[in-house]
């Protein structure tokens, strides 16, 4: 399975970006998909994840109500679409692929190579 996340870069607060992922080699439509996301100094946490079939969803309490995440299966692609940015947002941003819904990072078996957002207050 690889997965290449784009979409990052420098963005000024309250900004709306989107990150996009695809996924190659694997049958898409089978894996929870994730985000997560690591700051400079910080452990790698949790932002929200979604279902095989996209029918569920789950955000950290730090994003809900400001990111969506989405998932299109015959693009083999997820997006996580970022609103009302904040500087504390400013991390690389990861996807990765499982096979149970978890927020845990041990519970993700593939990750992409992650994509640096930065959020200029």
């Known amino acids: 399975v690889q997965l290449q996340a784009s979409g990052g870069g420098l963005v000024q607060a309250g900004g709306s970006p989107r990150l996009s992922c695809a996924a190659s080699g694997c049958t898409f439509g089978s894996y929870v998909m994730g985000w997560f996301r690591q700051a400079p100094g910080k452990e790698r946490e949790f932002v929200a994840a979604i279902s095989e079939s996209g029918r569920r969803t789950s955000y950290a309490d730090s994003v809900k109500g400001r990111f969506i995440v989405s998932r299109d299966n015959a693009k083999n692609m997820v997006y996580l679409q970022m609103n009302s940015l904040k500087p504390e947002d400013t991390a690389i941003y990861y996807c990765?692929?499982?096979?149970?819904?978890?927020?845990?990072?041990?519970?993700?078996?593939?990750w992409g190579q992650g994509t640096l957002v930065t959020v200029s207050s």
């Open positions: 990765a692929a499982a096979k149970l819904m978890t927020r845990s990072v041990t519970g993700y078996d593939y």
